[in-house]
């Protein structure tokens, strides 16, 4: 079974950075998308950013020219760097990697924007 570990989150001020990273337990071939959901409280999961095996990054209008997705192939890593967070960054963090029909998922991990 394959687990995608993460790690990175934590509290930041406003405007602070914090970096996100997942990695595979072991090797997932022929991965289709990378990225990173989110979940606010009371909130439905929403989409931050994706990687595609095209190379293809799109973003969440919200975090657009903030965050950064990076993705290593030969690892099955990605990396979300966060910069200019705000508090509406608040939420839990879910690393994402999708092969045809099947989805994985990470445990989370908390990121909290706060003064």
């Known amino acids: 079974q394959v687990q995608l570990v993460e790690s990175g989150g934590g509290l930041v001020q406003p405007g602070g950075s914090l970096r996100l990273s997942c990695a595979a337990s072991?090797?997932?071939?022929?991965?289709?998308?990378m990225g990173w959901y989110r979940q606010a409280p009371g909130k439905q999961r929403e989409l931050v950013a994706v990687?595609?095996?095209?190379?293809?990054?799109n973003y969440a209008d919200s975090v657009k020219g903030r965050f950064a997705l990076s993705r290593d192939n030969a690892k099955n890593t990605v990396v979300l760097q966060m910069n200019s967070l705000k508090p509406e960054d608040t939420a839990v963090y879910y690393c994402?990697?999708?092969?045809?029909?099947?989805?994985?998922w990470g445990q989370g991990t908390q990121v909290t924007v706060s003064s």
């Open positions: 072991r090797t997932i071939f022929s991965i289709n998308d």
């Open positions: 990687c595609t095996s095209g190379g293809i990054t």
């Open positions: 994402h990697v999708r092969r045809g029909f099947v989805n994985y």
